[in-house]
């Protein structure tokens, strides 16, 4: 590859103007390590040599840079979920959407703006499935001169929550891909990457969190499973939600959480118990899908009281919801409300002028000779309003921002190209098979969007994680079978919704959100399943420059990796 004068002239204005600016620096080298879990050992791709990965620490409304070099095997790119990155998707990370993947050898310098953000969020890996080891704890703390809405917890501690399997995930991933089928479970859960005392040869290394009776601490709790939404709980300890996806919520209080991959819950838990001694918390498996295989098992950590003279007998387990409890896992999202007091206002958009309904499928295509694992011989594929997403070979940002024709079309349908009773027991064959493209669906800058995702039952009805770069937006929404425009919207909490950037669209059912789109660029949205987003369930958003200059997309670094 040759490097020009100007591109090396332009690397070192960069790197000037970074220390100029003061901005804090860190140093991600990605390299494999090998590790040891369920009695065998394997490499894995980590950041730093560390599972999980070191967690960033901020205050809200800094920028920071992360310099990632690539010293493994494979192509990675780096996105910081739920960063909002405002006018610089340069850095957000999705490989052919706003970047193409850091090569073996190379390098990139992510510049990092948090704008208002105040709580959890994580990074992770967005190329193939390397997620599943490459992700870490982001900590945003409130702007020095303010404080939580909440007494300050004597302690806070990120809980991540994560899979793991025995063989190779790259390995994984190919077979994957190969066999048109659904992809191998995993062979266990994690809590802060260590699968926990129910698993063998793993008890000695079980996560402990030491506390003190009468204290209270605020867990931060990071759902980084690569293919399943989570029940977790405490053994007689309920737990109070404040906040979820870096935004503060009313206090609610609950026995246990259902947390889907890409969510993030900010909980306080008072060290109460009478009866000093060691308690499990855990985390098993919500899998709503029918003749769809899950990992039946149980991760779980220790709480343990320091008053404790004693080695304790065993933990007691917490009372988990039943693995397909969709009522436990809607009832639970749906009661989240956001905080709404004078210092985190809600601002809901209300008049709307781009009213959207994407639908969310499972799908089939066609396999040669009918020699697929899917249903009947076919490939497994998935699809957002009958569109199953592919990727180019370039990134669409950079195509979109130079002009560049032939990478993407513009005509990602508003609506349902396709009208069924979408959550109906028995559907036609026909409706299985999606259209294949990439395709885009432009918005107007400062536009108000209403986004309605309709789940539907093809193949395999289930709950789905959807998740927008560059934007938090307010559930104001949800139910069971179809949305219905004329009725639905009554119901809708234009109070206090919760403002996330991942909302679970429940099983056979509907969830509809509300946002400004005032961060110009190419943002990518997708089910967080990681094995539906590689099947295509996927779209991406152009939100087009507004009329003044700080409403229009920043320009890129010149450090770009190259395709």
Same mark, same amino acid.
């Given at each position: 590859m040759k490097i020009s004068v100007l591109q090396i002239l332009g690397l070192l204005i960069l790197d000037?103007?970074?220390?100029?600016?003061?901005?804090?620096?860190?140093?991600?080298?990605?390299?494999?390590?090998?590790?040891?879990?369920?009695? =065998?050992?394997?490499?894995?791709?980590? *950041?730093?040599?560390?599972?999980?990965?070191?967690?960033?620490?901020?205050?809200?409304?800094?920028?920071?840079?992360?310099?990632?070099?690539?010293?493994?095997?494979?192509?990675?790119?780096i996105h910081w979920h739920g960063v909002k990155q405002p006018r610089y998707p340069w850095s957000d990370g999705p490989e052919y959407i706003t970047q193409c993947p850091i090569q073996p050898g190379q390098k990139f310098k992510q510049k990092i703006i948090f704008s208002?953000?105040?709580?959890?969020?994580?990074?992770?890996?967005?190329?193939?499935?390397?997620?599943?080891?490459?992700?870490?704890?982001?900590i945003i703390h409130p702007k020095k001169g303010t404080s939580y809405p909440f007494p300050k917890p004597h302690a806070e501690v990120p809980i991540i929550l994560g899979e793991w399997w025995k063989k190779d995930i790259f390995e994984i991933y190919d077979e994957f891909l190969e066999s048109g089928g659904d992809p191998n479970i995993s062979d266990a859960y994690t809590i802060n990457g260590q699968p926990g005392d129910l698993y063998p040869c793993s008890k000695s290394e079980t996560f402990k969190l030491m506390v003190d009776y009468g !204290?209270?601490?605020?867990?931060?709790?990071?759902?980084? @499973?690569?293919?399943?939404?989570?029940?977790?709980?405490? @053994?007689?300890?309920?737990?109070?939600? *404040?906040?979820?996806?870096?935004?503060?919520?009313?206090?609610? !209080?609950?026995?246990?959480?259902?947390?889907?991959?890409?969510?993030?819950?900010?909980?306080?838990?008072? @060290?109460?118990?009478?009866?000093?001694?060691?308690?499990?918390?855990?985390?098993?498996?919500?899998?709503?899908?029918?003749?769809?295989?899950?990992?039946?098992?149980?991760?779980?950590?220790?709480?343990?009281?320091?008053?404790?003279h004693t080695p304790?007998?065993?933990?007691?387990?917490?009372?988990?919801?039943?693995?397909?409890?969709?009522?436990?896992?809607?009832?639970?999202?749906?009661?989240?409300? =956001?905080?709404?007091d004078d210092n985190h206002p809600v601002d809901v958009p209300s008049n709307i002028s781009t009213p959207l309904m994407f639908t969310v499928s499972v799908n089939t295509r066609a396999c040669n000779n009918n020699s697929c694992e899917g249903p009947n011989g076919s490939r497994l594929s998935a699809s957002l309003n009958n569109i199953s997403f592919e990727l180019p070979s370039i990134d669409i940002l950079k195509a979109y921002y130079n002009h560049i024709s032939g990478v993407y079309g513009d005509k990602f349908p508003s609506v349902p190209p396709l009208k069924f009773n979408f959550t109906a027991d028995d559907l036609p064959l026909v409706l299985e098979t999606p259209k294949r493209g990439t395709e885009v669906k432009v918005i107007e800058y400062n536009s108000t969007v209403e986004l309605v995702l309709q789940?539907?039952?093809?193949?395999?009805?289930?709950?789905?994680?959807?998740?927008?770069?560059?934007?938090?937006?307010?559930?104001?929404?949800?139910?069971?079978?179809?949305?219905? !425009?004329?009725?639905?919207?009554?119901?809708?909490?234009?109070?206090?919704?919760?403002?996330?950037?991942?909302?679970?669209?429940?099983?056979?059912?509907?969830?509809?959100?509300?946002?400004?789109?005032?961060?110009?660029?190419?943002?990518?949205?997708?089910?967080?399943?990681?094995?539906?987003?590689?099947?295509?369930?996927?779209?991406?958003?152009?939100?087009?420059?507004?009329?003044?200059?700080?409403?229009?997309?920043?320009?890129?670094?010149?450090?770009?990796?190259?395709?």
């Open positions: 000037g103007l970074l220390h100029c600016q003061g901005l804090a620096r860190h140093t991600f080298v990605v390299k494999e390590v090998p590790y040891t879990r369920l009695c =065998s050992t394997k490499n894995i791709l980590t *950041v730093n040599g560390q599972f999980p990965g070191p967690t960033l620490h901020v205050k809200r409304g800094d920028t920071i840079v992360v310099e990632v070099l690539n010293k493994g095997n494979h192509n990675v790119t208002t953000e105040e709580g959890t969020l994580w990074w992770h890996a967005h190329s193939d499935w390397s997620r599943a080891t490459v992700h870490g704890a982001i !204290k209270t601490y605020l867990l931060r709790i990071i759902n980084a @499973a690569v293919q399943d939404i989570l029940f977790f709980a405490i @053994a007689k300890h309920n737990i109070t939600v *404040v906040g979820t996806d870096a935004s503060y919520t009313k206090p609610l !209080k609950t026995d246990y959480i259902a947390i889907s991959p890409g969510q993030t819950f900010d909980v306080l838990l008072e @060290a109460n118990q009478a009866l000093l001694g060691d308690y499990y918390m855990a985390a098993r498996v919500y899998s709503s899908a029918n003749r769809v295989a899950y990992d039946n098992t149980t991760t779980t950590a220790i709480l343990h009281y320091n008053q404790t304790s007998s065993t933990p007691q387990l917490p009372t988990l919801p039943s693995y397909n409890d969709t009522n436990a896992s809607a009832n639970f999202t749906g009661s989240l409300r =956001s905080l709404a789940g539907t039952n093809l193949v395999a009805g289930t709950d789905h994680p959807m998740h927008i770069h560059g934007y938090s937006f307010y559930v104001v929404g949800w139910g069971f079978g179809n949305f219905d !425009k004329d009725k639905d919207p009554f119901g809708y909490n234009l109070v206090d919704p919760p403002l996330q950037n991942t909302i679970a669209v429940p099983k056979n059912g509907w969830a509809a959100i509300r946002f400004k789109a005032d961060n110009p660029g190419v943002w990518f949205m997708h089910c967080h399943l990681e094995r539906h987003l590689s099947w295509g369930m996927v779209m991406t958003f152009i939100v087009k420059n507004g009329y003044q200059p700080e409403a229009q997309l920043l320009p890129p670094p010149p450090d770009m990796p190259p395709c």
